[in-house]
């Protein structure tokens, strides 16, 4: 409380005060008339023994007093927070333990002063200034590394264990600020290194932030890698730049060279760089990926002798390789409406490059006109289903009679294609399909999926009529039919397409394949797909599927037609290519990221060929990357996901996990999957002072960031609690009882009496 | 509710999965050369590897069975027909999910009525699309046939009419009666073509089978054009078109 007072007058009615005014004025002129004739020394000496006596007659009659405010200051809270993470304690003897996992910090450690010592002493030096704060404020001190934690004040300059592992900085003024409502101002020792969010912009606050600088310590010498900038996905067999960015201190000027490589550890491209003295250094690396899936890579820079530390000279970083496009070779026997909507179909997905070749005028067409005033070019069998064939993905025969455009040794190709480089299949119905394409006896039988049994005597091998479509069981959960998760809804649906006309004859399901939908009227198969080799394959034996994408109304009217259809093909093609989210095998990795000396889990979800969870399969995982390859231990956590403890990682660098799966004594699948393995701690990363993140911040929030000798902000600081108060009431106390002004007046004026008696 | 018009049985049916020539089937002289389309279908049938349905379907306007049918003709010698607007929402939405549409104007006069008409009912069915000369460099003359001269019976216009969407043209209109140049039986034609005669009926023949291989095949001539530099290296050329 700050008492202030002021001068009062307890009888300070102004009727009153006026009539005692002028009887003091009549008094005193009368009395100076009155002294006429008298010596003027003397008459003055009289005049000023009246005014002393009225004027204690007037104290009588107001009876001054002293009046007293009654102040308090309001006392919001003022936030001192020390960031107690381990980067404050490099260089420090308190590093020593982070120095163990990397020896070259050890010499520095040795060498000087830490910012941990440095915030300790500033936090020593200026207990006085906090306890004049704390007339006006509410301090509370805080530390904080991987959150904040409220200390009190003798702790705040003892502070020794500056281990924290992390150090989400923003997050946690954030959090500060919320606990605290009404926070006036932060005082922040920090070497503003947020770990969790690295490089990003600091918020705005709703209470100054003040960041202690301590800019006379030498910044430690080191490089680091600060980020890898990579695309959200590469594709496969095109090249991809990854940019990283190198920060150095002390070591400007210097060429530096940066590397990435593969998670074998196969250099795949290096680049050098001459570094900058201030900021930041970009490396571009460019290098081209061979495979698809979740890839790992690491990437490193020379590490120099007398560096701070070298575990920042290496990074890591995943890369989901995927196709660049899909490219499809569609071949055709006539133009129908089936290859139309199908070319619409492929030729509107910006994932797939098609190329399609159409047979328009076969050998039995009438030939009047003369080649030059046609449009027609030969088939080029030879370069697509020899020299080009290993560039497509997946190849569709639509209504194709091969027999006079395709030698059967080109046939051979495209089954190897299938079996032997993974590549997709499908073969579309029509009259020229299967049986009537004469495909019985070629290689293309060895992929389908389904057997082309003997032909009845003169019987077709296309039948053209209704076809009575339904989903089997697989069909309604499998992927590439499933509209609506639940099968029953499902294969409603289905039905509900409007129907189709048309069906190749003589065909049964091979045991491998999965008959997907089938014609009700006598359970021929319509849809199935089969696993060949290492490829796929699917046979549609009907060649009215276009009639999904042009109905009138019904189920699938409007964009719903449309939608029914590219659905279809959609996934069907991303089946045939192994699209990884279709696989039947799929690992993952539930925690965020894998860290250096943590337990991290590895699941795996396990579908049949009809997508179904497989219960009680066996499960084969090595993991590598964390010393000798291991054997993971499945547990079946529900029907179809497996769960394994991955061993823990000493280090950071690249993990990879294969994992092959057996039920009933068949294979099920494989997958296979590279991960980061990140540092146990971001803290060493980067070290010495970030002074752009603290300049950015102070800015951010209203304050200034200052010099640990600079004793203005904690002043202002003072200064503004000062006059930030509140009058809470007030105490009058009488200066003088009412006799001791009323006897020297009855004095003076007896004086006065007396003394112009005798002077008369 | 569709129709199917005696035509000549080559193969045997198997429904409309394949190729049919659907004709809109409207109040008025909606089929002025009665015998031509049949007689067209036939020689599409010899002349290239479509196998087109013997029959000809009609379309009453409004029917749902338009959908059954990705190609619709619309003839007229005199007026276009007035469509109530079910029927031309439905032509919209036809158009819209990827059906054709080949409008023939059998007067044989420049700007005639139907051709108006024509225009008129596209152009409010698709407000903001243009119908159009096709340049010379169009897919439609390159096809199957190159074409260099636009035929019919008469030569009432050197190009053909259309409108695009996306990277396709669904609507084709024809001023010069290209129909009445197939019209007749085993006995003859039915019109001279003027002033080209047999050549000019040739050619029409073969614009038309450009008509019915551009429905069915969209931009495919102009995506080969692109092939040998996609296919690099393609040396030797093996194999029947």
């Not at chain 1, 590093?95 to 002493?121: F, K, V």
């Not at chain 1, 030969?378 to 194709?400: A, G």
């Not at chain 1, 503004?720 to 009412?738: H, L, M, Q, Y």
């Not at chain 2, 108006?116 to 243009?130: C, T, V």
Request: with cysteine; net charge neutral; glycine share 8%.
């Amino acid at each position: 409380m700050i008492p202030l007072r002021e001068l009062v007058f307890l009888n300070a009615d102004p009727a009153w005060m006026l009539a005692a005014g002028l009887v003091a004025i009549i008094s005193l002129a009368s009395g100076f008339l009155a002294s006429r004739g008298i010596d003027p020394r003397k008459r003055f000496a009289l005049f000023l023994l009246r005014f002393a006596a009225l004027a204690f007659v007037l104290a009588v009659v107001l009876r001054p007093a002293e009046k007293e405010d009654i102040s308090r200051a309001k006392r919001p809270p003022l936030a001192v927070i020390v960031d107690t993470s381990k980067s404050m304690a490099a260089n420090s003897p308190s590093l020593a333990e982070a120095a163990r996992s990397s020896p070259s910090l050890a010499d520095t450690a040795r060498s000087s002063p830490s910012l941990a010592d440095a915030a300790r002493g500033w936090l020593e030096s200026h207990k006085p200034e906090f306890e004049r704060l704390s007339r006006y404020y509410r301090p509370v001190f805080l530390r904080v590394d991987e959150s904040p934690r409220e200390i009190s004040g003798p702790e705040l300059s003892q502070i020794d264990a500056f281990s924290g592992s992390s150090t989400p900085l923003s997050r946690s003024l954030e959090a500060v600020g919320k606990s605290y409502p009404g926070l006036a101002a932060a005082i922040l020792v920090s070497d503003g290194r947020d770990t969790v969010n690295p490089g990003s912009q600091p918020p705005s606050m709703a209470f100054p932030v003040y960041p202690v600088a301590f800019s006379e310590r030498k910044q430690p010498n080191d490089v680091w890698i600060e980020t890898v900038d990579t695309p959200p996905v590469a594709f496969i067999r095109t090249p991809v730049d990854i940019q990283v960015r190198v920060g150095a201190s002390g070591f400007g000027g210097r060429n530096v060279t940066a590397r990435v490589c593969d998670a074998d550890g196969n250099v795949l491209k290096s680049a050098a760089a001459r570094l900058e003295a201030t900021g930041e250094t970009a490396i571009t690396l460019s290098f081209t990926p061979n495979r698809t899936g979740r890839k790992a890579y690491s990437v490193d820079v020379t590490t120099f002798p007398g560096e701070a530390s070298a575990a920042n000279n290496s990074a890591q970083f995943g890369l989901n390789v995927v196709r660049d496009k899909t490219r499809v070779l569609l071949v055709a026997g006539s133009p129908t409406w089936d290859v139309k909507f199908l070319r619409r179909r492929l030729a509107q997905d910006p994932g797939i490059d098609l190329i399609t070749f159409l047979i328009l005028r076969t050998p039995m067409d009438m030939t009047l006109v003369p080649q030059n005033e046609m449009s027609l070019i030969p088939f080029p069998t030879k370069e697509l289903f020899s020299e080009e064939l290993p560039t497509f993905d997946v190849v569709i025969f639509d209504d194709f009679n091969f027999g006079p455009y395709v030698p059967v040794q080109y046939l051979e190709n495209v089954a190897a294609f299938v079996k032997n480089s993974g590549g997709g299949f499908a073969m579309i119905g029509g009259e020229r399909s299967f049986a009537g394409g004469g495909y019985g006896n070629t290689p293309i039988a060895g992929i389908l999926p389904l057997s082309i049994g003997p032909s009845a005597p003169g019987a077709k091998s296309f039948e053209p009529a209704d076809v009575h479509a339904a989903l089997t069981s697989s069909g309604a959960a499998h992927p590439i039919f499933q509209w609506i998760p639940d099968k029953l809804e499902n294969r409603m649906f289905f039905e509900s397409l409007p129907g189709m006309t048309g069906m190749n004859r003589f065909l049964t399901a091979r045991p491998e394949a999965v008959v997907l939908a089938e014609d009700t009227k006598n359970g021929a198969p319509l849809a199935a797909v089969m696993e060949t080799g290492s490829g796929r394959s699917m046979a549609v034996t009907t060649d009215s599927l276009w009639r999904w994408t042009l109905p009138y109304g019904g189920p699938v009217g409007g964009q719903g037609g449309e939608g029914v259809y590219r659905d279809f093909w959609t996934r069907a093609i991303r089946w045939l290519v192994h699209d990884p989210e279709m696989e039947q095998v799929k690992c993952s990795i539930p925690e965020e990221n894998v860290r250096a000396g943590a337990r991290a889990r590895m699941e795996c979800r396990v579908l049949d060929r009809s997508y179904q969870p497989v219960g009680g399969a066996k499960l084969r995982g090595v993991l590598s990357g964390s010393g000798k390859p291991v054997e993971l231990r499945w547990i079946e956590k529900e029907a179809g996901l497996y769960e394994a403890k991955m061993p823990m990682f000493s280090s950071p660098g690249i993990g990879r996990v294969m994992v092959d799966v057996e039920s009933g004594g068949m294979s099920v699948g494989h997958d296979e999957m590279e991960f980061t393995v990140a540092p146990e701690s971001d803290e060493l990363m980067r070290l010495g002072v970030d002074r752009k993140y603290l300049d950015a911040l102070a800015a951010a929030s209203g304050g200034r960031v200052f010099e640990a000798e600079d004793a203005s902000v904690l002043k202002a600081l003072e200064e503004t609690g000062k006059a930030d108060t509140e009058i809470i009431g007030s105490r009058t106390d009488e200066i003088w009882p009412f006799w001791r002004y009323l006897i020297p007046a009855i004095a003076l004026f007896s004086a006065d009496w007396w003394l112009r008696r005798r002077w008369r | 509710m569709a129709a199917i018009l005696p035509g000549r049985a080559v193969l045997a049916a198997s429904g409309p999965t394949r190729f049919a020539w659907a004709q809109l089937k409207y109040a008025g002289s909606w089929n002025p050369n009665t015998r031509a389309a049949a007689r067209f279908v036939e020689m599409i049938e010899r002349r290239t590897s479509i196998e087109p349905m013997p029959e000809i379907a009609t379309i009453v306007p409004g029917s749902e069975a338009l959908f059954e049918y990705p190609f619709l003709c619309i003839s007229g010698r005199a007026v276009f027909p007035r469509l109530d607007s079910a029927a031309a929402d439905m032509i919209r939405r036809y158009v819209e999910r990827g059906g054709f549409v080949f409008v023939d104007d059998s007067t044989g006069i420049p700007d005639s009525g139907f051709f108006e008409g024509a225009a008129a009912f596209f152009g409010s069915l698709f407000p903001g699309r243009k119908i159009s000369p096709l340049q010379s460099d169009h897919t439609l003359y390159q096809s199957f046939y190159l074409i260099r001269e636009i035929p019919g019976r008469k030569v009432v216009r050197p190009f053909m009419f259309g409108m695009d969407m996306d990277d396709t043209t669904p609507l084709i209109i024809c001023q010069n009666d290209l129909l009445g140049a197939f019209d007749g039986d085993a006995s003859g034609y039915t019109h001279q073509c003027e002033p080209g005669g047999e050549r000019q009926r040739e050619m029409s023949f073969r614009m038309g089978i450009n008509i019915v291989m551009y429905a069915l095949t969209g931009n495919y001539k102009k995506e080969q054009a692109h092939i040998p530099f996609i296919l690099k290296r393609r040396k030797g050329i093996q194999g029947a078109p």
